[in-house]
C-alpha cells in the first residue's frame, strides 16, 4: 500500500505535537518496517525545513529532511501536478499540490489530519487516527 504523508502528519511527528504524535509516529514506523510504502511530495520537503528551521535551527531542519529522504519516496513537484493544482476545485493550493502529487505517483491513501480540505480528491483521504483504526 502507497501512503501519502501530508505536510501536517510530518510535522507532528517532527514537531512531537502531542496531540497527534503518537499516530503519526506509528505510519512512520510502519514505513520504516517496509509494512507500507510512503510519499510525500518535493514542495512538503521544503516546507517542511522552512518550519523546522524556524521553531528550531537550521541543523534541527537538516535532521528533518534527512529523515524523510531516508523514509519517503519523493514525489517531484513538476508542471503537471501544479497546473492540476492550479485548475481543480479545490479551495486550497497547498492541498491541491498535494492531492495530484499523491495521483502522479499512484499513491492508495492520502494521510492527513485535514479531510474535509480534500472533498475533491480521487483517492481515499484519511486521519492517521481512521487509518490506524482501519489497517491495523
Known amino acids: 500500500m502507497k501512503l501519502y504523508l501530508a505536510s501536517n502528519v510530518l510535522l507532528d511527528v517532527l514537531l512531537v505535537r502531542e496531540s497527534y ?81 499523491a495521483e502522479s505517483a499512484f499513491c492508495d491513501i492520502i494521510i492527513t489530519r485535514n479531510v474535509k480540505d480534500y472533498k475533491q480528491s480521487k483517492l481515499r483521504v484519511m486521519t492517521p487516527k481512521e487509518y490506524l483504526k482501519k489497517y491495523s
Open 21 to 101: 504524535y503518537e499516530n503519526a509516529h506509528t505510519i512512520l514506523q510502519r514505513i520504516e518496517s517496509s509494512y507500507v510504502s510512503g510519499y510525500t511530495s518535493s514542495t512538503v520537503v521544503t516546507d517542511i525545513y522552512y518550519l523546522v528551521r524556524k521553531q528550531f535551527n537550521p541543523k534541527t531542519a537538516n535532521n528533518a529532511v534527512k529523515l524523510m529522504l531516508n523514509l519517503l519516496e519523493i514525489n517531484p513537484t513538476d508542471r503537471e501536478v501544479l497546473t492540476n493544482a492550479v485548475n481543480s476545485k479545490f479551495t486550497d493550493f497547498e492541498d491541491a499540490v498535494q492531492n495530484y502529487a
